[in-house]
């Protein structure tokens, strides 16, 4: 009745409600009952089968697998596996237990690569446990707690069969307060390369060990004789020092068999760091480097890793060959720059490592080829091309040797692409590592039981592995290198190798070429800009008497603007083109002008100086300074509207250049002068300054010449004066001085003289004729030689001798 009236819409009361849902509670009871013991009896069924109930909880344990000894074992070798189990769940896991279970033989490649995405996945096959005394066990897994584990058990317990590969699963089993039934909470599928004997037919295998890196050095150098190298930043003394990744790469590669591929860049910049060499910092300063021992130190290290090893020298600052073909061939003079670096590489690695270095190989970044990037790479005359399966792909249910022609006596050589990636992403893990190593082997054991034929595989990895990456590319290329199923081969003998008759030789176009790598090349504005600072660079040598100071850091810094390291670094590369272009502005401003103020000319001639200023420390010629008149009717320049002269400039000195002009007419007249090139090219900016002219007209000259003639005629005079009456006091004193020695004479003969005068008394003349008061006076009277011997003067016009 009750059910009925609430079906009808009527109201229930909150005392019927309550026993209706206690109601439906107690009804349900049995039910629910039923259902929690379903599967506690059939708890087989939950491990074995892993039950929707199980699957609810996948994953909740961590299994990493860290390390698996040895990597591919034979007859009578113990494998031992370590690793972690962590509980990431909320709940304590207990009675659980580690067990190592093996699945069958993995037939393709590519079931390896499937295994590989699901290596964790609780709904993928485990395989048999090996069970019995090779397991490890744990009372108590707390959430959030990791405890190691180690099992080793015989290869013959495995019960392994025929040649090949085989999964390896680590799982752990145990019971939660939520499912207490033993299920497995977590697994780690791994691979293990099973070759007990010597292979009949061996796969060649060349490994690429390269040796790249970033773009550390600009232009810039010092001022200096010795031109002390400016490094952009000390990234490069960390990779070299010990423990860096340049340091592992040399150290870890030292006694495999692999061929070295190495930037010259790299060497140089090194070589550079063994002397003296600065570091810029912020605000256009720098700091002297204190690497230099840590780059001989890596320098001889190299020299002995790569000692009868086979060297490939990239072309100088490894140029990003798909950049230039798809964006740089239209700019004139980009083709140009790969081939100098292509040049410079051979000569740069044998004067530092002392080892003749094969230039005949290119590389494209990841491998990636088209026509252009074809055409392009042996433009400068390599004649081998190192691409990847993935861009050179096969149809064929094998893999073919790598080395096959493509038109024009061109071979591509293709490396292995799933074994060239092994080794990429994040493996500071040691469980990440482990399983890249096994992943490694297991291909390429498979790949050598897809036929009965000997076959040559390259594998090409990144180009700048980290730290990580190169420790566990070395154990890898260590165990394949200690296998049974290949052997080492040069990069170049698998170039020679005879190429697969079914192996693709058709280069995919160009619109195959990966979208992801087009978006990271350098652009046209790129090239553009190189093209600019080659042209500057052009201009400003010729002028120059030491042209290798300038000429070989800035060609080498242009080919480092080029560089496959720019890639994913657009800002970075922006910045650094900009700084090269900005340095080279700089140094040809050292050759300029000084600016000049307006000059004034007085007359119809005149000379103008002009000032030449040299900052550079080297010394400048093959100049020309042409200074020109605007106004060649009011002013001209040497005869005509403008003259040159040939100028050369000692380094950090200045030179003034004389002009010889003549003006027509008053009034200003606008000057140009200008620095060129012997081929005619201005050369620095020009200078501009006015002349005012001020010519003087023909009276002004006649009244300035007569005033002229005035006062020399004046000075002339006094001259004549004065020269005349010296000569005539000359003449007085040679009479008195005779009428003296005339007086001594007859003093000495009488004792008296004739007429004696009164004392004191002195004769004057009072009249012309000579006569005086007391008669006259002959003139060859003597003049008495003394004076009176009273004091009193001498009256008016008389004359005193002194």
Do not use: C
Not at 23 to 45: F, S, V
Not at 641 to 661: D, I, L, M
Not at 770 to 797: F, L, R, Y
């Amino acid at each position: 009745m009750a059910e009925a009236a609430d079906f009808q819409g009527t109201s229930a009361s909150p005392a019927r409600r309550w026993l209706r849902r206690t109601g439906a509670l107690l009804a349900g009871a049995p039910l629910l009952a039923g259902l929690l013991q379903l599967p506690a009896a059939t708890p087989a069924d939950a491990a074995g089968q892993e039950s929707p109930q199980a699957a609810s909880s996948a994953g909740s344990v961590s299994v990493a697998v860290d390390s698996l000894s040895p990597t591919a074992p034979s007859e009578g070798d113990t494998i031992t596996v370590s690793g972690t189990v962590t509980n990431k769940g909320r709940q304590t896991v207990t009675g659980a237990h580690v067990d190592l279970q093996v699945g069958p033989p993995l037939e393709t490649r590519s079931a390896i690569d499937t295994l590989a995405k699901k290596s964790d996945d609780l709904q993928g096959p485990t395989g048999k446990k090996v069970g019995g005394k090779y397991s490890e066990k744990f009372p108590r897994l707390t959430p959030g707690v990791a405890q190691p584990f180690s099992i080793s058990v015989p290869a013959d317990k495995l019960d392994l069969g025929r040649d090949g590969v085989y999964q390896l699963a680590v799982a752990l089993s145990g019971e939660t307060a939520a499912q207490p039934w033993d299920q497995v909470l977590g697994v780690q599928r791994t691979f293990l390369p099973w070759q007990p004997e010597e292979a009949g037919t061996k796969t060649k295998t060349t490994f690429l060990w390269p040796l790249v890196s970033s773009a550390h050095m600009a232009a810039e150098t010092g001022s200096n004789e010795q031109q002390t190298p400016v490094f952009r930043d000390d990234e490069l003394a960390e990779e070299i020092a010990p423990g860096g990744r340049l340091d592992q790469m040399v150290s870890l590669g030292k006694g495999l068999d692999v061929t070295w591929v190495i930037d010259p860049d790299l060497l140089a910049s090194v070589d550079a760091m063994t002397g003296s060499y600065e570091v810029s910092g912020a605000n256009g300063t720098t700091t002297p480097g204190r690497s230099q021992e840590a780059a001989k130190h890596w320098l001889a290290e190299l020299q002995q890793a790569v000692t009868g090893e086979e060297v490939v020298a990239l072309p100088f600052g490894d140029p990003d060959l798909a950049s230039l073909a798809h964006n740089g061939t239209s700019v004139a003079g980009s083709l140009g720059h790969l081939k100098e670096a292509t040049t410079v590489a051979a000569e740069t690695v044998d004067t530092i490592l002392h080892v003749k270095p094969s230039t005949d190989f290119v590389w494209p970044v990841d491998g990636a080829i088209d026509p252009s990037i074809v055409k392009v790479a042996t433009s400068a005359g390599a004649d081998k091309v190192i691409a990847r399966g993935d861009s050179l792909q096969d149809n064929l249910s094998y893999t073919p040797s790598a080395a096959r022609p493509i038109g024009g006596g061109t071979t591509a050589v293709v490396a292995d692409s799933r074994m060239s990636t092994a080794f990429q992403g994040n493996l500071t893990r040691a469980s990440a590592s482990t399983l890249a190593v096994q992943r490694f082997l297991a291909q390429s054991l498979t790949l050598g039981l897809q036929t009965g034929k000997q076959r040559s595989v390259v594998i090409a990895p990144q180009r700048m592995p980290s730290v990580s990456q190169a420790q566990t590319m070395a154990e890898a290329v260590a165990a394949l290198q200690d296998g049974n199923w290949s052997e080492s081969q040069d990069l170049a003998a698998a170039a020679k190798a005879k190429p697969d008759a079914s192996a693709n030789t058709k280069v995919p176009p160009t619109s195959a070429y990966p979208s992801s790598l087009r978006k990271q090349e350098l652009p046209r504005a790129a090239f553009e800009q190189i093209a600019r600072t080659q042209g500057k660079l052009d201009k400003f040598k010729v002028i120059l008497t030491i042209q290798a100071r300038v000429v070989t850091p800035f060609g080498r810094a242009m080919n480092r603007e080029m560089s496959t390291s720019w890639r994913g670094r657009g800002v970075a590369a922006v910045g650094y083109r900009d700084g090269i272009e900005s340095y080279l502005d700089g140094l040809i401003d050292g050759v300029k002008l000084i600016q000049k103020s307006e000059t004034k000319l007085s007359g119809r001639s005149a000379t103008i100086p002009v000032t030449v200023q040299n900052n550079l420390v080297q010394g400048v010629e093959h100049l020309e300074l042409r200074l020109t008149s605007k106004n060649p009717t009011r002013l001209k320049i040497g005869g005509d509207a403008y003259e040159e002269q040939r100028v050369a400039v000692n380094g950090g000195h200045a030179q003034s250049v004389k002009f010889t002009t003549s003006a027509n007419a008053n009034g200003r007249a606008e000057v140009v002068a200008q620095l060129y090139t012997e081929d005619g090219q201005k050369y620095g900016a020009p200078v501009v300054f006015d002349v005012r002219v001020t010519e003087v007209t023909p009276t002004v000259m006649l009244v300035i010449g007569g005033g002229v003639l005035i006062l020399v005629l004046a000075g002339f005079r006094m001259y004549t004066q004065r020269k005349r009456a010296a000569a005539r006091e000359a003449a007085e004193d040679d009479d008195l001085a005779e009428a003296d020695d005339e007086d001594e004479g007859p003093r000495s003969r009488t004792d008296a003289p004739r007429n004696p005068q009164p004392s004191g008394t002195r004769l004057e003349q009072d009249n012309p004729d000579g006569s005086g008061a007391d008669g006259p006076q002959q003139p060859s009277d003597p003049a008495p030689d003394t004076a009176a011997e009273n004091a009193d003067p001498s009256g008016t016009g008389e004359r005193v001798d002194r």
